[in-house]
């Protein structure tokens, strides 16, 4: 990759970074504390050479009375009413290409699952600009909330944890996280220094459904005194899909093989043949590989109470975006375009994407006084991904990104805890090529924030607020729109004695249009549709309530929430049944709307054999329903979702069994495919092989064990990406 050069930033937007120097409230990674016995998912970070007996706590510990993220500032975040956390061996049992993937099993979170390499979380039913992707809580600095065919730039085989944060005190990390946040940690910055002179850690592992291996690992190191370097590296590569049955949804194939008998009735058999051949694919998904690596390191300074540290890395990644069938490209009937047809349809659509990004995190103590610590964060990423036709570029998306964030910690003695803090936030893209369906533009935003915590005793009050300034800018279509924008929420919660808390939340949530959503107006080859903006888009707005009940009854821990959001001049992307180049149009469209739902888990011992053997169960369920203010549904949101298992733990394994079930979605948008219901069961079993040391977990697993064919409801490509059929997979984690 021949990275672009930096573009100068005026003075202004440089003394803004540097006043803005930040991490967010909920986001910056503290020391890990050790796991207590309630399993609060809190473990010591491996770089600092703790045992991974702490390292990989058991699967059915991710609900806790008390929700422990890495936080500053807030000592139980109940505002957060809807976090999860994924590590050690859940994290390996989930572990996938993409981060969209690897989330999907927790309450509450889907899948874009726009293809095997590309696929974005979905919280609550929102995605897009409503869902943060961060890295310990700054932005990933892709593309992937522009559409669904972009990848999301984070390996997750490399990730140590990762917090799925939903609730109205997520507005922290920015009006664009009504839906919630998703915080990967990585150890690319140490966090904490080593007791010993390195410390090692090694992931890899090995599926049949699309012959797929992956390798990576870590390395810290002792360089002096309070210095530790850190190195990383990664390499992950898969085949085309294999699926259970037809390519196509039972519904397109019907279309395609009626459409195949038109054209044989009027003599093109050629024609008909080429659709009969779409419409009987089976068994491949074509089209569909993806290869990635990614290295990079770091280094971290630690001084009394303080530290500081630097990483700097880079990912590539490569895959195929499966084509629509009987969808022709719109140069087909263009002089040479049966040729070009040809050559897509031999070489495929597909995408490169490569990113370079630098990072600063910094933690300043600053004694006894009212504040206790200056947390900074600063992150800059160079961004490119090409979107190709066989061998021929079609657009290229490039964006330069700068966030920085500064925060003031509180010191947590008294009755009144929190943070305050300022972000500013600069991004420059642009789409360059005969098919660039979104006009270059620039977004300058610049926020405060603050949250607050009060009680000591079972009553708490939490309070949040930010208010950001938006400037989004095309000099090529000569629009500049200038957004203010506040937001706020407040809860309260009551602790019971026994451990169970109750909480209910308020939010008022507003956010600006993105450069996006303002300017597309174009064929959008990945996803072969033909997307039109507005520039006249107001600020969205919403009201939102959510109750919740969480901690301990008993042997079970439980964690549930319910959620109700009213949207004024609500954003989103509809078919309008209308073709543009041959391409269906896709519009921006505004209205009202609301969405409402809920997602829980239990966990509970069954039965215990005796102090090293016992049967666990854990529950899952979660929906969502999403109507514009006319009662049309909103396009793409998750059916009903049901889940449970059972665990047979003991210290030396672990025996997993579980199902998965979803409900039909018939409550579809217009122009949108419903999908049918499907259930997966699966199987996995976890062995640590070295007597005593819990350092080396080695994973055998089935999933979909039955071959059963499904379809994403939230997927933009549904009708002609299924699941993958039966998987076996072997993967291996170890930690020295």
């Not at 590569?237 to 008998?261: C, Q, W």
């Not at 499966?322 to 002089?335: F, I, L, Q, V």
């Not at 006319?630 to 449970?644: A, E, F, K, Q």
């Not at 409550?667 to 350092?695: C, H, I, M, W």
Request: hydrophobic share 35%; glycine share 12%.
């Amino acid at each position: 990759m021949t990275l672009r050069k930096t573009t100068l930033l005026s003075g202004t937007c440089f003394l803004a970074a540097a006043f803005a120097l930040a991490s967010p409230a909920a986001a910056q990674q503290a020391r890990q504390a050790p796991q207590d016995s309630s399993g609060s998912g809190q473990s010591p970070d491996p770089s600092s050479g703790a045992s991974s007996d702490e390292s990989y706590p058991e699967d059915y510990h991710n609900i806790s009375p008390t929700i422990i993220v890495s936080a500053r500032g807030v000592r139980d975040l109940d505002i957060l009413a809807g976090t999860s956390v994924l590590q050690g061996l859940d994290l390996q049992r989930n572990l996938t290409g993409q981060l969209g993937d690897t989330l999907e099993s927790l309450p509450g979170v889907s899948s874009s699952g726009f293809s095997p390499g590309a696929s974005r979380p979905i919280l609550r039913g929102f995605s897009g600009e409503r869902v943060r992707t961060l890295i310990d809580g700054l932005g990933s600095f892709d593309v992937s909330n522009t559409s669904d065919d972009h990848a999301v730039a984070i390996e997750p085989l490399l990730v140590e944890r990762i917090e799925v944060l939903r609730g109205p005190a997520v507005l922290l990390y920015g009006s664009q996280a009504i839906g919630g946040a998703v915080n990967v940690l990585d150890k690319r910055i140490p966090r904490a220094p080593l007791d010993e002179p390195f410390h090692l850690d090694v992931a890899g592992g090995y599926e049949t459904v699309n012959d797929q291996y992956d390798v990576g690992g870590s390395l810290d190191v002792a360089l002096a005194e309070g210095v530790v370097a850190h190195v990383d590296g990664s390499y992950r590569d898969g085949g085309n899909l294999e699926i259970p049955g037809y390519v196509v949804s039972d519904a397109l194939r019907t279309d395609l093989l009626a459409d195949a008998a038109a054209e044989e009735a009027e003599g093109e058999l050629g024609e008909a043949a080429e659709l009969r051949e779409i419409a009987n694919q089976r068994g491949v998904l074509p089209n569909s590989f993806f290869e990635t690596y990614s290295f990079g390191g770091g280094l971290s300074l630690f001084r009394g109470d303080s530290n500081f540290g630097v990483s700097a890395g880079y990912y590539d990644t490569t895959y195929g975006v499966p084509e629509r069938p009987g969808a022709g490209h719109h140069h087909e009937g263009e002089e040479g375009g049966e040729e070009e047809g040809g050559e897509e349809e031999e070489g495929g659509v597909s995408i490169g994407l490569e990113q370079f990004r630098a990072d600063y995190r910094g933690e300043l103590a600053l004694g006894d006084g009212f504040f206790e610590t200056l947390v900074t964060r600063v992150g800059y990423s160079d961004y490119t991904h090409t979107e190709f036709e066989g061998t021929e570029v079609g657009t290229v998306f490039d964006t330069e990104n700068i966030e920085a964030r500064a925060e003031l910690v509180q010191n947590s003695g008294g009755a009144l805890r929190g943070s305050i803090g300022a972000q500013y936030l600069y991004r420059d893209f642009q789409a360059v090529g005969e098919e660039a369906f979104v006009a270059p533009n620039r977004t300058d935003q610049f926020a405060v924030f603050a949250l607050q915590e009060y009680g000591t005793g079972p009553f708490q009050i939490e309070g949040a607020a930010r208010y950001e300034k938006t400037n989004v800018e095309s000099l090529t279509l000569g629009v500049d729109r200038d957004f203010d924008a506040f937001s706020g929420a407040l809860g309260v919660s009551y602790q019971i004695e026994n451990g169970l808390r109750l909480g209910v939340n308020g939010s008022r949530v507003v956010r600006a249009p993105s450069g996006e959503e303002l300017f597309a107006n174009g064929p959008h080859i990945a996803t072969q549709a033909f997307e039109v903006g507005d520039v006249d888009l107001a600020l969205e707005k919403a009201w939102g309530v959510e109750a919740y009940v969480r901690g301990a009854v008993g042997p079970a821990t439980i964690n549930i929430a319910a959620f109700h959001n009213w949207f004024d001049n609500y954003i989103y992307l509809q078919a309008t049944g209308e073709e543009e180049d041959d391409l269906p149009v896709f519009a921006y469209l505004q209205d009202n709307a609301r969405y409402y739902g809920f997602e829980g888990e239990v966990a509970f011992p069954v039965a215990r054999f005796n102090e090293s053997l016992s049967l666990n169960a854990d529950l899952r369920a979660e929906y969502v329903r999403a109507e514009l203010d006319d009662d049309t549904n909103v396009p793409r949101i998750p059916p009903l979702g049901l889940s449970g298992a059972l665990s047979l733990q003991g210290d030396r394994f672990d025996v997993r069994g579980e199902v998965e079930w979803y409900d039909d979605q018939n409550k579809v948008a217009p122009f949108e495919t419903p999908t049918d219901g499907f259930t997966f069961v699966n199987a996995s079993v976890a062995f640590r092989p070295l007597q005593g040391n819990d350092n080396v977990t080695l994973l055998a697993q089935v999933q979909n064990i039955f071959d059963v064919e499904g379809r994403r409801a939230t997927s933009f490509t549904k009708d002609f990406v299924p699941l993958g059929g039966r998987n076996f997979r072997v993967s291996l984690r170890s930690s020295f």
